[in-house]
């Protein structure tokens, strides 16, 4: 069994539930970096930077090292600024999986 103490109303592990906390301000902090640094590429203040936007940030410059997934060419900051210049796509086609999460993006 587990060291510590189940929630009186839940009946789940706490430590359980502060690991789950932990991760969620550890993504909050990183979004919020995030933010700050779209806002910076794309010359708007961080009030304007959507979901979409940190999506398509987490993509081009964390997972995909600033390169395009299908040719391998590098992706500029200009050419991630301009809205039709690139875009997310999903690894398998959302119509045949209804798997819309980070892990089927490209």
Same mark, same amino acid.
């Given at each position: 069994?587990?060291n510590?103490h +189940?929630?009186? !109303? !839940?009946? &789940?592990?706490?430590?359980?539930r502060n690991?789950?906390?932990? %991760?969620?301000? &550890?993504?909050e902090?990183? #979004?919020n970096?995030? #933010?700050?640094h779209?806002?910076?590429?794309?010359?708007?203040?961080? %009030?304007?930077v959507?979901?979409?936007?940190?999506? +398509?940030y #987490?993509?081009?410059? +964390?997972?995909?090292?600033?390169?395009?997934?299908?040719?391998g060419?590098?992706?500029?900051?200009?050419q991630? +600024?301009?809205?039709?210049?690139?875009?997310?796509?999903?690894?398998?086609?959302?119509? #045949?999986?209804? %798997? %819309?999460?980070?892990m089927? &993006?490209?």
């Amino acid at each position: 069994p587990k060291n510590g103490h +189940k929630s009186p !109303t !839940t009946g &789940k592990w706490i430590e359980g539930r502060n690991d789950i906390e932990r %991760d969620q301000k &550890k993504n909050e902090a990183y #979004r919020n970096e995030a #933010r700050k640094h779209v806002a910076e590429i794309l010359g708007i203040i961080e %009030d304007n930077v959507t979901g979409e936007d940190i999506l +398509k940030y #987490r993509l081009w410059y +964390k997972e995909q090292g600033k390169d395009c997934f299908y040719c391998g060419s590098p992706i500029t900051t200009e050419q991630f +600024k301009e809205p039709n210049a690139t875009q997310i796509d999903h690894i398998i086609p959302y119509s #045949r999986s209804w %798997d %819309d999460s980070f892990m089927n &993006k490209i």
